[in-house]
């Protein structure tokens, strides 16, 4: 079994990086929020080995045993006269797929719009950025979720098909060194203009290009995946022709 340094590597985490390791908390969304509510820097990190009530899109719960995932929120405060919502998601997504290119090497993990990490098909990650604006300054906190060294059973227990790291590379992974090759990544990308992260995001899409459902406020449409928009959003092809996009939808596997 692989040793696990997650604590260490958070402790070790260098300015601007403020780092938080918890044995167990309710959610690091909900603890992100608070340190935010009390004046917590942009880059603040909260990290713990297991969480009691974490969430994911559309009011999703995500349940991990404690050792098993990487489990984490950052704070970001971004004060760009016009802001870009979707650059924190895009931000995670990308700099997690690259993350774990360094880690498997053999294989690429592909970003599932809008939030997902993707690994042979098969759901390896969940990104939720919840952001609040106030006039001044765009609040965005990133959650970020990833299946480490999660038993088989428990990943057979989920609604979707799903995978992890472990099962990926074929033996356990160190989450600290996970989390390095993330904050690596993002440091690489938080330097870049925002349209190259864009053009990175994607050329990262999984789907593109293919014929897949959509489920949309309801109802459930068969389309291609064209890409995504410079605002974040979907672009999807009906079975008529017509081209649209949605903030809305989601992708069944």
Same mark, same amino acid.
């Given at each position: 079994?692989?040793?696990?340094?997650?604590?260490?590597?958070?402790?070790?985490?260098?300015?601007?990086?403020?780092?938080?390791?918890?044995?167990?908390?309710?959610?690091?969304?909900?603890?992100?929020?608070?340190?935010?509510?009390?004046?917590?820097?942009?880059?603040?990190?909260?990290?713990?080995?297991?969480?009691?009530?974490?969430?994911?899109?559309?009011?999703?719960?995500?349940?991990?045993?404690?050792?098993?995932?990487?489990?984490?929120?950052?704070?970001?405060?971004?004060?760009?006269?016009?802001?870009?919502?979707?650059?924190?998601?895009?931000?995670?997504?990308?700099?997690?797929?690259?993350?774990?290119?360094?880690?498997?090497?053999?294989?690429?993990?592909?970003?599932?719009?809008?939030?997902?990490?993707?690994?042979?098909?098969?759901?390896?990650?969940?990104?939720?950025?919840?952001?609040?604006?106030?006039?001044?300054?765009?609040?965005?906190?990133?959650?970020?979720?990833?299946?480490?060294?999660?038993?088989?059973?428990?990943?057979?227990? /989920?609604?979707?098909?799903?995978?992890?790291?472990?099962?990926?590379?074929?033996?356990?992974?160190?989450?600290?060194?996970?989390?390095?090759?993330?904050?690596?990544?993002?440091?690489?990308?938080?330097?870049?203009?925002?349209?190259? /992260?864009?053009?990175?995001?994607?050329?990262?899409?999984?789907?593109?290009?293919?014929?897949?459902?959509?489920?949309?406020?309801?109802?459930?449409?068969?389309?291609?995946?064209?890409?995504?928009?410079?605002?974040?959003?979907?672009?999807?092809?009906?079975?008529?022709?017509?081209?649209?996009?949605?903030?809305?939808?989601?992708?069944?596997?």
């Amino acid at each position: 079994m692989a040793t696990d340094r997650l604590a260490a590597a958070v402790d070790a985490l260098a300015p601007p990086w403020e780092g938080h390791y918890y044995a167990a908390l309710e959610s690091t969304q909900d603890e992100a929020r608070a340190a935010a509510r009390v004046g917590a820097p942009d880059r603040s990190i909260y990290v713990s080995d297991y969480q009691r009530s974490g969430r994911g899109r559309q009011g999703r719960t995500w349940l991990a045993a404690p050792g098993t995932a990487l489990l984490l929120s950052i704070l970001f405060r971004d004060t760009d006269v016009a802001p870009r919502p979707w650059r924190w998601t895009s931000l995670a997504s990308v700099a997690l797929v690259e993350a774990t290119d360094e880690l498997l090497v053999t294989k690429k993990a592909a970003i599932k719009w809008p939030n997902d990490v993707m690994l042979d098909d098969r759901k390896v990650a969940g990104i939720l950025a919840e952001n609040t604006w106030d006039g001044r300054q765009l609040l965005a906190i990133v959650g970020v979720g990833v299946n480490i060294n999660t038993p088989p059973a428990d990943l057979a227990a /989920l609604p979707s098909p799903a995978t992890s790291l472990a099962i990926a590379c074929g033996q356990d992974v160190d989450r600290g060194e996970l989390l390095k090759a993330l904050i690596r990544r993002m440091n690489h990308w938080l330097e870049q203009p925002v349209p190259e /992260l864009f053009k990175s995001w994607q050329s990262r899409l999984w789907g593109r290009g293919q014929r897949l459902r959509l489920l949309d406020l309801g109802e459930e449409h068969e389309v291609i995946v064209l890409g995504a928009a410079p605002d974040g959003s979907l672009r999807i092809r009906l079975p008529d022709g017509a081209e649209r996009t949605t903030t809305t939808g989601e992708l069944i596997l």
